[in-house]
């Protein structure tokens, strides 16, 4: 009788440590996919940053460039006004461009996030 006893304390005990095992396992299993889930946040974050960032610089840049450019035409003509108005012309007939092309020009800009999503996980390898 008392060999049985022992065999279901121990019993017992086995199935406590395993309980306690398989709740730590599961524990750690979820902090490592909070960490990992972090890290593809920072970095796809990092990169979105980035990019904005260098949107600004180039969105500044260009304005400079167009205003310049503006000058330039109006010199030419030997009337800003007309010069200004002819770069308004350029940049509806380019606004046009974009308008009538949105669909490859979206379809341009998924094919790039993915290949930056692609990146970030190899590099995470």
Same mark, same amino acid.
């Given at each position: 009788m008392k060999n +049985? +006893? =022992?065999e279901y304390q121990n019993f017992s005990e086995l199935i406590d440590e395993s309980k306690a095992d398989l709740s730590s396992y599961i524990e750690k299993r979820l902090t490592l996919v909070k960490l990992k889930?972090?890290?593809k946040i920072a970095s796809a974050s990092s990169f979105i940053i980035y990019g904005l960032m260098m949107s600004v610089f180039v969105l500044i840049l260009f304005i400079l460039i167009l205003v310049g450019l503006g000058f330039v035409i109006g010199e030419l003509l030997n009337n800003y006004a007309a010069g200004f108005g002819v770069l308004i012309l350029i940049t509806l007939v380019a606004l046009l461009?974009? #308008?009538l092309n949105a669909k490859r020009i979206r379809r341009a800009f998924v094919n790039i996030t993915l290949?930056? #999503?692609k990146k970030i996980?190899?590099? =995470?390898?």
């Open positions: +049985n +006893n =022992e889930a972090f890290e461009g974009l #308008i290949r930056t #999503i996980e190899v590099d =995470e390898d």
